[in-house]
């Protein structure tokens, strides 16, 4: 279900963080269901695990999962935004928004970006 590029010139606690938000997008994981441990996830995937530990504190600070004691981690996230959370995201699209402006890219373009890129992930 996750899958990681080890020549990505993102980071693997990257690429999973953003494997496991993805998969929620998409349905295949829900609120309630449980991540593998860091120690088999790490395994299953043939990375150490403190990669995984980062990826899971990621998770933890954008309140995606919890980590239960005795349960490990749990998907926490519910169908609303925050205004802190929305606040947290407007920080991480604003860089993002403003180089594809400085590259020329119009409102328009933008817009359908972003729909095919939701689309992207809906279907995968």
């Known amino acids: 279900m996750l899958t ?16 496991i938000m993805e998969a929620i997008a998409r349905g295949d994981l829900s609120t309630g269901d449980t991540l593998p441990s860091v120690r088999a996830l790490a395994g299953d995937l043939g990375v150490n695990m403190h ?4 990826s899971y504190h ?12 005795k349960k490990g981690a749990v998907i926490i996230v519910d169908e609303g935004v ?35 890129i939701m689309n992207n992930i809906k279907e995968d």
């Not at 080890?6 to 690429?15: A, C, D, F, G």
């Not at 990669?51 to 980062?54: D, L």
């Not at 990621?58 to 004691?69: A, N, Q």
């Open 4 to 19: 990681i590029d080890p020549e990505s010139t993102v980071p693997i606690y990257l690429q999973l963080r953003n494997e």
């Open 51 to 54: 990669t995984v530990n980062k």
């Open 58 to 69: 990621e998770l933890v600070s954008k309140e995606i999962i919890e980590i239960v004691p």
């Open 82 to 116: 925050s205004n802190q959370q929305r606040a947290l995201l407007s920080a991480e699209f604003r860089p993002l928004l403003a180089e594809a402006i400085v590259r020329g890219m119009k409102e328009e373009e933008l817009q359908r970006l972003i729909t095919t």
